[in-house]
């Protein structure tokens, strides 16, 4: 099973007690500290649906078939009053059309598992002699219970979740007499980008950071006023900083020396780099172009008055041409990262107007 980087900074930042507890304290009870770090207990991720057939009157069980999958994350809450839970957690980055399929299947197969387990467990006791034969066919007996199971999809997509949010939305069925009948099985279903800030501030860990930046993250006038207002922003921990790089693509300068990062500064220090690129390209092609154009308007206006005034003329025009490429070159390069014209107009202090006019002109041109 490869994961790639994003997917290992997200899912080692989830794992971390104190963010697990967290989304679950949001999710399951509105933010209100229930479950606490200490009461978690990390679980196999893989889950196992093994398919047996009996054969009666053998007590001999023949395995037919086992599928096997792995979760994201899971854990096990215990409280102390032997109330448990096995919650788990499925992280996405695009929307995923089969999602209520896939996590209805996991959930079985973690119900699977518990029965599986605890007629392991009656068979290794030999404890069926006081119980009915009906149990010990099972292997599940009367007073058997199993743990509930909840999952949480976290999507931290950048394009909206139009995919489906329940069993029922992939149906196709007009029958109104029967639906009643037909299971339905929810998404537990947590989108950054559809959050009100009122829901995302009941989140007490540094998951509360890394939801503003996705919520906001296509926004940059208001990213840039949380960031520049809030001051849990200017001491966040480096860890989700990077989380924040990876599921943004964003490039963020990250002092990996640091246990907390000013993202305020990251965030100029970014646009900085960004400017200083811009520049350099544009100076360069600038130069490059200038140059050439200087060479060839020089030489022609030489033949008419001499040689001195040809390269005088020639570096004029040459340095003018370079310059207006070089800032076009910018103006561009700022829009293919994603930039708005009045982002860009902002940055480089030029009217949002001409910045419209050049970025056409460019891809024209392209």
């Known amino acids: 099973m490869y994961m790639g980087r994003k997917d290992i900074v997200t899912k080692e930042y989830i794992r971390r007690p104190e963010i697990f507890a967290d989304i679950f304290n949001y999710r399951l009870y509105d933010g209100k500290d229930r479950i606490q770090p200490e009461q978690l207990a990390e679980e196999n991720i893989t889950e196992n649906l093994v398919l047996e057939r009996e054969e009666h009157g053998k007590q001999k069980r023949i395995k037919l078939e086992a599928v096997e999958k792995y979760r994201d994350v899971k854990k096990v809450f215990r409280d102390g009053s032997y109330r448990c839970l096995i919650l788990g957690v499925e992280e996405q980055d695009s929307v995923h059309y089969a999602m209520p399929v896939r996590e209805f299947v996991y959930d079985a197969m973690a119900y699977e598992h518990q029965i599986r387990e605890i007629s392991r467990t009656h068979r290794k006791e030999k404890d069926y002699k006081e119980h009915g034969k009906e149990e010990f066919l099972s292997g ?70 890394v939801f503003y930046f996705l919520k906001y993250a296509g926004d940059w006038k208001k990213l840039e006023k949380i960031l520049t207002d809030d001051e849990r922003f200017q001491r966040l921990e480096t860890e989700a900083a990077t989380v924040i790089r990876e599921l943004t ?18 965030i100029e220090q970014m646009k900085e780099n960004e400017r200083k690129i811009g520049l350099k390209i544009g100076l360069e092609d600038g130069k490059r172009i200038g140059l050439e154009d200087g060479k060839r308007i020089g030489l022609e206006d030489g033949k008419r008055i001499g040689l001195e005034d ?51 002109m460019k891809l024209e041109i392209k």
């Open 140 to 209: 599940f007996y009367r007073e058997d219970r199993i743990l509930p199971v909840i999952t949480l999809v976290l999507y931290f997509g950048t394009i909206p979740w139009d995919g489906p949010r329940s069993l029922k939305e992939m149906m196709r069925w007009t029958g109104e007499e029967a639906e009643k009948y037909i299971q339905d099985y929810r998404l537990n279903l947590i989108i950054p980008a559809e959050m009100e800030d009122e829901e995302i501030e009941k989140l007490q860990s540094s998951l509360r950071e």
């Open 249 to 266: 693509n964003t490039e963020i300068e990250i002092k990996e020396e640091q246990e907390e990062q000013n993202m305020c500064k990251a």
């Open 310 to 360: 040809g390269k005088r003329i020639g570096l004029e025009n040459g340095k003018r041409i370079g310059r207006e490429l070089g800032e076009a070159e910018i103006i561009l390069r700022m829009y293919q990262k994603g930039y708005g014209s009045d982002q860009i107009a902002e940055m480089t202090d030029m009217e949002e107007e001409r910045v419209k006019a050049i970025i056409c």
